[in-house]
Nanobody, 124 residues
């Protein structure tokens, strides 16, 4: 079992930056690929980015490529999401998730453990 707790959400103006963190506890953190997803009101949960357990591989949705950066610190069992040049359309609840798949999966069904989410609001 893996417990995930996100933090760092909040309100920011368009063009600004926010940094999210996801602290993991439970089973060995480094055995899982970690992903960030988001869900806006009335929309389905969508993939944002993921990082392999080794940190060697990352993947980004086209909508955030070049603006968001995922990183991890296995020693601290924490994954980070640095969000720059934020847009109003980035407003959503952001979720951290852990997957036992060895790559960097995009499908939410491949993620077994989920955090409770943190709200990000970007004002235009």
């Amino acid at each position: 079992q893996v417990q995930l707790v996100e933090s760092g959400g909040g309100l920011v103006q368009a063009g600004g930056s926010l940094s999210l963190s996801c602290a993991a506890s439970g089973r060995t953190f480094s055995s899982y690929a970690m992903g960030w997803f988001r869900q806006a009101p009335g929309k389905e949960r969508e993939f944002v980015t993921a990082i392999s357990w080794s940190g060697a591989s990352t993947d980004y949705a086209d909508s955030v490529k070049g603006r968001f950066t995922i990183s991890s610190d296995n020693a601290k069992n924490t994954v980070f999401l640095q969000m720059n040049s934020l847009k109003a359309e980035d407003t959503a609840v952001y979720y951290c998730a852990a997957s036992a798949v060895s790559s960097v999966p995009r499908h939410p069904g491949l993620y077994k453990f989920w955090g409770q989410g943190t709200q990000v609001n970007v004002s235009s």
